[in-house]
């Protein structure tokens, strides 16, 4: 089976811009990303999909594989199968499975791959599914920048939303605090009849992708992950996670 994963990377990010190439521990976080993803031993190959050619330059330098896409981009679906179409007309081999890994995840290791397209390879009845972890503290359930996920007694996602769900408003100190980890993997043609989608109504109020799929009464299907990983969505994330990466077990493989 041909499973590739593309990490969708632009430096023009409204709440971050040029994050894509900021350090951590002197590795720009897109390669954290790309070195980190291209272990898992389920995959074939991972491209970094990109608008910017300061982000090619930085790959064609680091030896990762890179593929340039338009500029016009406002979701990381559409980038990521511009450059699946692209991959597969340079390589004259169609795709399987699409993981796309957002670029701004520096602490996905490869067993978060393996685990998120395990299902996939099980059941062919699924076509996307994301991971999800558990949140420690009520500050993270209240951060608008994760997103968080309730699920039904199969694992497939109720909804997502940017607020905390559930509510805690009743009293109760114990609801499952979790949040999506932006590893998704989907069926090749999946990936295109998802972004031939209309967006739907509450994707746009949540902004979170993933609320189409449910909006148009199909699955996503979350697995859980024990790996502890935090998203860079601000100068303070990136600070936070190059002190948990701190002797981090994979960097030796990667970084000088």
């Not at 898992?40 to 300061?54: H, Q, W």
Request: some cysteine; charged content about 25%; proline content about 7%.
């Amino acid at each position: 089976m041909n499973i590739i994963a593309i990490i969708p990377a632009r430096m023009g990010s409204s709440r971050y811009p040029g994050k894509p190439l900021a350090l951590i521990h002197n590795v720009p976080m897109v390669g954290h990303v790309a070195f980190r993803t291209a272990m898992s031993k389920c995959l074939s190959a991972t491209y970094v999909a990109t608008c910017d050619e300061i982000i090619e330059n930085y790959c064609k330098g680091a030896g990762l594989k890179s593929v340039m896409t338009g500029d016009h981009h406002v979701r990381c679906s559409t980038r990521t199968a511009e450059a699946l179409l692209k991959i597969e007309a340079a390589t004259g081999q169609k795709a399987d499975i699409v993981v796309m890994v957002q670029g701004d995840e520096p602490m996905v290791r490869p067993e978060m791959i393996d685990a998120a397209v395990a299902p996939m390879l099980a059941d062919p009845s699924i076509n996307v599914v994301n991971l999800m972890a558990d949140m420690d503290t009520i500050e993270e359930f209240e951060d608008p920048n994760e997103v968080k996920v309730v699920v039904d007694h199969f694992n497939n996602a109720l909804y997502f939303s940017r607020e905390p769900i559930p509510s805690r408003k009743k009293g109760s100190d114990k609801v499952p605090m979790r949040k999506q980890v932006c590893i998704i993997p989907f069926r090749r043609d999946y990936l295109l009849h998802f972004n031939e989608m209309p967006e739907s109504p509450l994707e746009i109020y949540e902004s979170v992708d993933m609320m189409r799929v449910l909006e148009h009464g199909e699955k996503v299907h979350m697995v859980p992950t024990d790996c502890r990983s935090w998203s860079v969505d601000t100068p303070e994330d990136l600070a936070r996670v190059a002190r948990l990466m701190e002797g981090d077990d994979l960097m030796k493989e990667y970084s000088k």
